[in-house]
């Protein structure tokens, strides 16, 4: 089995984890207290707040990083754009 690296574990509620899993959602907000950099591994582990942890995750990489404090933004805020991890082609884009 491939060892891979996570650099952070986020939570995130089923109706924004499906539109992400389908390709629908390609992007993050998060308040950035983490040092979210290009190239980390997020971990997406879907969170019911009734039923906690659904047991549906998967793996993203970072490929850009809007820091907030401009463009309505609020500062201490970033934007996350994610792909699929350990793939090049992301919706007819090659990385």
Do not use: A, Q, W
């Not at 986020?10 to 629908?24: A, F, Q, T």
């Amino acid at each position: 089995m491939e060892r891979y690296k996570i650099d952070h574990e986020l939570k995130i509620e089923p109706k924004y984890y499906n539109d992400v899993i389908s390709g629908r959602k390609r992007f993050e907000v998060r308040k950035d207290d983490r040092n979210f950099k290009i190239g980390d591994v997020i971990k997406l582990e879907e969170f019911d707040e009734i039923l906690l942890y659904t047991g549906r995750s998967s793996l993203y990489e970072v490929i850009f990083k809007f820091d907030g404090g401009k463009y309505g933004v609020e500062k201490g805020y970033c934007i996350l754009s994610i792909k699929p991890y350990k793939t090049r082609t992301y919706l007819g884009i090659t990385y």
